[in-house]
Antibody, heavy 122, light 108 residues
Framework: EVQLVESGGGLVQSGESLRLSCVAS????????MHWVRQGPGKGLLWVSR????????NFADAVKGRFTISRDNAKNTLYLQMNSLRAEDTAVYYC???????????????WGQGTMVAVSS | SYVLTQPPSVSVAPGETATIPCGGN??????VHWYQQRPGLAPVLVIY???DRPSGIPRRFSGANSGNTATLSISRVEVGDEADYYC???????????FGGGTKLTVL
């Protein structure tokens, strides 16, 4: 079964750090670009970051650039999101997502995790 | 950055056709993808590359892209189609994935 399972969410204070993980199974993780997408309470989807299949290149949304880092361990089929200097506005459900071929790089995500909740108190 | 505009809500009676627009500057030059999100669940891809349907998505779902507007159409709408729908494109100038604000479909 094709699956993405996120973990690592929780309640933290403003300024603190958190690392999210996303474990993949059922597909060739090492061949896919991977993304993080978040959704604030009652809000829409907001793309956060992406990473190439080999982990060498990354991109970030302006709202998180300089504070968040994305990485992956292809030997462990795991994607990470290191979140530093967290703010109240980072409160959201964080999803990892991917797609086949070119859509894995630029969207058209047909594989999503169930999401993990991050709450930042001020 | 590239902006996608969707109406906050669309209402339709069961059995009718729902049309959800997604506006963007010369959006016809981009590939548009559409997602359905039911409350408490992860998004599901329902249309990719403007008008293709993933396996398992009913043929009632269709997409089009022309000029400054992409459109998701759902024919013979069912109560089970009630959800939020998001359009999405790739902004090559910023190297960012962009989502529209989402449209809540209500089946009256």
């Amino acid at each position: 079964e094709v699956q993405l399972v996120e973990s690592g969410g929780g309640l933290v204070q403003s300024g603190e750090s958190l690392r999210l993980s996303c474990v993949a199974s059922g597909f060739s993780f090492s061949s896919n670009w991977m993304h993080w997408v978040r959704q604030g309470p009652g809000k829409g989807l907001l793309w956060v970051s992406r990473i190439t299949s080999d982990g060498r290149r990354t991109n970030f949304a302006d709202a998180v650039k300089g504070r968040f880092t994305i990485s992956r361990d292809n030997a462990k089929n795991t994607l990470y999101l290191q979140m530093n200097s967290l703010r109240a506005e980072d409160t959201a459900v964080y999803y990892c997502a991917t797609g086949a071929g070119i859509m894995g790089a630029t969207g058209g995500f047909d594989i999503w995790g169930q999401g993990t909740m991050v709450a930042v108190s001020s | 950055s590239y902006v996608l505009t969707q109406p906050p809500s669309v209402s339709v009676a069961p059995g009718e056709t729902a049309t959800i627009p997604c506006g963007g500057n010369n959006i016809e030059g981009k590939s548009v993808h559409w997602y359905q999100q039911r409350p408490g669940l992860a998004p599901v891809l329902v249309i990719y590359l403007d008008s293709d349907r993933p396996s398992g998505i009913p043929r009632r779902f269709s997409g089009a892209n022309s000029g400054n507007t992409a459109t998701l159409s759902i024919s013979r709408v069912e109560v089970g189609d009630e959800a939020d729908y998001y359009c999405q494109v790739w902004d090559s100038s910023t190297q960012h994935v962009m989502f529209g604000g989402g449209t809540k479909l209500t089946v009256l």
